[in-house]
């Protein structure tokens, strides 16, 4: 009896409906297979974004630590399961989509957070990951016990990440750099915006027959993952691989004030200098 209960309890997480969470949008409005269409689809800017970004820092990355690379693969599974999870609102397909930005934060963390903010008795970035492992690994086990709470606490992080920020900001008189970070910042305010809107909101959006506030909270907080982890990995290169005489460019052209930034690397391996 206990493997039936077992077994019944594992199909009710996966099946639709089974998470306490809802969002505004009309559910099953276009799709009788889809239960939030436009919080599905928005996803698929995370599939766009992370390939392009991938290749983009991928000078950097083989200059620094291909770990990096970590950050933007798992934004892809990002961007899968939080589709999963806006198509079945599931209790599997919210697990699977928060947990993903968990481990996100985790990796960013890992790579990028300054040396110079690391807690006193932690002396190199090393131990560093592994601390960032340990509470990630704890994070993930503890999240199961109140999973509505979950949204509410990762996106506390963004406030420790924008605190990050204006600390390195404060030193910075490059305005290419300073205006990196003000779009970095604005982006995640509008994101944030929209995500709160849409989550205490959602009687307006309804009014108005417009409940797609969610789904520009996909779009627009792709974006700014975009900016906020171009802006540390500059700041990373400078700090880290001064030698290779970091840039900051927007892609498609590099002319244009706006589009997906990256970094420029100038110089390599063959221009340190060796003591």
């Not at 939030?36 to 820092?57: A, D, G, R």
Request: aromatic fraction near 16%.
């Amino acid at each position: 009896m206990g493997g039936v209960y077992s077994s019944e309890r594992m199909a009710g997480a996966f099946a639709y409906e089974s998470s306490d969470l809802d969002w505004c949008e009309d559910n099953y409005k276009h799709s009788e297979h889809v239960v939030e269409y436009f919080n599905t689809i928005s996803n698929f800017s995370f599939l766009i974004i992370s390939p392009v970004m991938l290749y983009l820092l991928h000078p950097y990355a083989k200059e620094r630590n291909l770990a990096i690379h970590l950050v933007w693969i798992m934004m892809i599974f990002v961007g899968l399961f939080s589709s999963y999870f806006h198509m079945t609102l599931s209790f599997v397909g919210q697990m699977l989509d928060e947990l993903s930005i968990v481990w996100v934060l985790a990796a960013a963390y890992s790579v990028w957070f300054p040396r110079k903010m690391f807690p006193s008795f932690i002396k190199d970035r090393s131990t560093f990951s592994r601390l960032v492992l340990l509470v990630t690994v704890v994070t993930t086990l503890t999240s199961f016990v109140k999973p509505t709470v979950n949204a509410y606490v990762l996106n506390s992080f963004g406030l420790h990440m924008v605190y990050t920020v204006a600390v390195e900001m404060r030193c910075c008189t490059d305005q290419k750099v300073l205006r990196l970070a003000k779009l970095a910042v604005a982006l995640w305010v509008l994101a944030i915006s929209c995500w709160i809107s849409d989550r205490f909101g959602c009687s307006f959006w309804q009014e108005l027959n417009f409940c797609y506030m969610h789904g520009f909270w996909h779009i627009l907080i792709g974006m700014s993952v975009a900016y906020g982890s171009t802006l540390m990995a500059y700041l990373d290169a400078t700090h880290e691989i001064p030698y290779s005489l970091p840039g900051l460019q927007f892609w498609p052209c590099a002319e244009w004030p706006v589009g997906l930034p990256h970094i420029v690397l100038r110089g390599t391996t063959k221009t340190r200098k060796q003591c």
